[in-house]
């Protein structure tokens, strides 16, 4: 089973991996293709470092990572919600996880980890954007 912490600098490389996988992968045909072949661990790596140092310093927010083997497979980035058109009070921005990591329970350890943090952050609402057409993503949320 995975390991569930609190994401560290050091993590950044390995979330901006990630992001960019999954978002060339999953989003293909539903987000211009210029926009997504953009996306590069080494662009992402500096905005996810600069994201964790900005965790440490608002509480509300946290980024979470899922390691299995030792090798980071997942993250999950959150925080209070970040303005209009919607009722909750906890925001859960990002969840992602590998490809090869997919199917075996991380993202749920993910979001029981941010719910978790939400709680005792006081935040007792949460919820999060999706794209209609993202059918996998909905129906894993739909599932929880």
């Excluded at 608002?58 to 303005?83: E, K, P, Y």
């Excluded at 329970?105 to 209609?132: C, E, N, S, Y």
């Amino acid at each position: 089973m995975a390991e569930v912490r609190a994401a560290t600098p050091a993590d950044a490389r390995a979330i901006g991996r990630i992001h960019a996988q999954v978002w060339r992968d999953r989003y293909r045909g539903l987000i211009e293709p210029g926009y997504l072949s953009s996306l590069t661990e080494a662009r992402l790596a500096p905005r996810w470092r600069s994201a964790i140092d900005s965790a440490v310093e608002d509480r509300d927010r946290a980024i979470f990572v899922a390691a299995s083997g030792g090798q980071v497979a997942g993250f999950l980035s959150m925080g209070a919600n970040r303005g209009p058109g919607a009722d909750w009070e906890a925001e859960f921005e990002m969840l992602y996880v590998s490809r090869e990591a997919c199917r075996r329970g991380l993202g749920r350890a993910l979001m029981k980890a941010g719910a978790d943090h939400a709680i005792r952050r006081g935040m007792f609402t949460g919820g999060l954007w999706v794209l209609r057409d993202n059918r996998l993503a909905r129906a894993f949320y739909e599932a929880l």
